[in-house]
Antibody, heavy 118, light 111 residues
């Protein structure tokens, strides 16, 4: 079975940094594009970033571009999100999701909570 | 405010059919047949229910169906069951720099 398990969330002060991880299993990780999607409290889902299978050509939502960096280690079956210069509005549950064949997200993790507050 | 507009809540009795709308623009829902729907129970991971407007992944009940007209997509749940009570979100690929947009989510309540 496909499994995606996020970790690394927590409480961080504004301006701080955090690195999220997403451990993948049950499929050939190196063949799939991967995404990060977030949901702020009481709000809808928001796409954050995408990385293609070989780790090149990342894409970012304008709200995080220049502050967040997506990466992957295909040998470790793990996706990462390095988050710098964090703001209160980055507070959310962060989900990693596998890219489906046609611009959808076919498997998701349970998410990890990031809280940015002083 | 989410890019795609969904009703905040929809309810129905067991056995009934309900429809959730998802309204976007000519840059997203109206431009591409890449609308997908996700079900999420509290504390659980989102689950893909519909992709490419109307296709169902393997294992998803045929009680779930999708359609699109112009800039509005719809998800219909027929024969409503207690287990369908969840939050449903739509998504679309978009020509904007955001690449993907989501709706604000619709809470489905089974009366």
């Amino acid at each position: 079975d496909v499994q995606l398990v996020e970790s690394g969330g927590g409480l961080v002060q504004p301006g701080g940094s955090l690195r999220l991880s997403c451990a993948a299993s049950g499929f050939t990780f190196s063949l799939y594009w991967m995404h990060w999607v977030r949901r702020a409290p009481g709000k809808g889902l928001v796409w954050v970033s995408r990385l293609i299978s070989d780790g090149t050509s990342p894409n970012y939502a304008p709200s995080v571009k220049g502050r967040f960096t997506i990466s992957r280690d295909n040998a470790k079956n793990t996706l990462y999100l390095q988050m710098n210069s964090l703001r209160a509005e980055d507070t959310a549950i962060y989900y990693c999701a596998r890219d489906g064949d046609n611009y959808n997200f076919d498997y998701w993790g349970h998410g990890t909570l990031v809280t940015v507050s002083s | 405010q989410s890019a795609l507009t969904q009703p905040a809540s929809v309810s129905g009795s067991p056995g009934q059919s309900i429809t959730i709308s998802c309204t976007g623009t000519s840059s997203d829902v109206g431009a591409y047949n890449y609308v997908s729907w996700y079900q999420q129970h509290p504390g659980k991971a989102p689950k893909l229910m519909i992709y490419d407007v109307s296709k169902r992944p393997s294992g998803v009940s045929n009680r779930f169906s999708g359609s699109k007209s112009g800039n509005t997509a719809s998800l219909t749940i027929s024969g409503l069951q207690a287990e369908d009570e969840a939050d449903y979100s739509c998504s679309s690929y978009t020509s904007s720099s955001t690449l993907w947009v989501f709706g604000g989510g619709t809470k489905v309540t089974v009366l």
